[in-house]
């Protein structure tokens, strides 16, 4: 099993920035791809970005890209989301995600992913 855990989220303005930690804990060989996820009031979680084991990989959600940046420290077990730019449409609770598939077509699909974080909310300010 791997135990996952976010934090750094919290409330900014518009054009803020905001960066997200995911700790993992356990077997964390296990976490071969991470991702990102994160689900809006009233509506369903949906992709984010995500990245490879060894991080040279990665992928974004057209609503985020050139705006938020995934990277990872395996030698520090530990996933970021550094977000630039805020807006009020990111505002959602975003979750870390594991799996230990490698980096492939299903990265986008939260199904593929079977180690989950608690969620930590993040906030925008118009």
């Known amino acids: 099993q791997v135990q996952l855990v976010e934090s750094g989220g919290g409330l900014v303005q518009a054009g803020g920035s905001l960066r997200l930690s995911c700790v993992a804990t356990g077997r964390t060989f296990s976490s071969n791809t991470m991702g990102w996820f994160r689900q809006a009031p009233g509506k369903e979680r949906e992709f984010v970005a995500v990245?490879?084991?060894?991080?040279?990989?990665?992928d974004y959600a057209d609503s985020v890209k050139g705006r938020f940046t995934i990277s990872r420290d395996n030698a520090r077990n530990t996933l970021y989301l550094q977000m630039n730019s805020l807006q009020p449409e990111d505002t959602a609770v975003y979750y870390c995600a594991a799996r230990r598939a490698i980096y492939s077509s299903t990265r986008y699909n939260q199904d593929s992913y079977e180690f989950w974080g608690q969620g930590t909310q993040v906030t925008v300010s118009s």
């Open positions: 990245i490879s084991w060894s991080g040279g990989s990665t």
